[in-house]
């Protein structure tokens, strides 16, 4: 019950640095250059399901191999 715990905690800092960063780089874009805003919103979907993709996986590893560690 820890773990997941840990895990949705973990999960939902990902996610804020996500949008933080999205934030961040469209703002830096944008003085840069023209930039579509519909891109921007791809790219940052494509990234989140990559990202919760991983934590899944990382999750059902989890739980299937409890003693496996990908530092060994």
Same mark, same amino acid.
């Given at each position: 019950i820890f773990? $997941?715990?840990?895990m949705k905690f973990i999960s939902l800092v990902i996610l804020v640095i996500q949008d933080v960063s999205l934030i961040l780089s $469209? %703002?830096? @874009?944008w003085t840069l250059s023209d930039f579509l805003a519909t891109s921007a @919103? @791809?790219?940052a979907e494509i990234l989140k399901v990559v990202a919760c993709l991983f934590i899944i996986f990382e999750m %059902? @590893?989890? &739980? $299937? &191999?409890p003693n496996f560690s $990908? %530092?060994?």
């Open positions: 773990a $997941i715990k840990i $469209i %703002s830096y @874009v @919103v @791809v790219m %059902s @590893v989890r &739980y $299937i &191999y $990908i %530092s060994k």
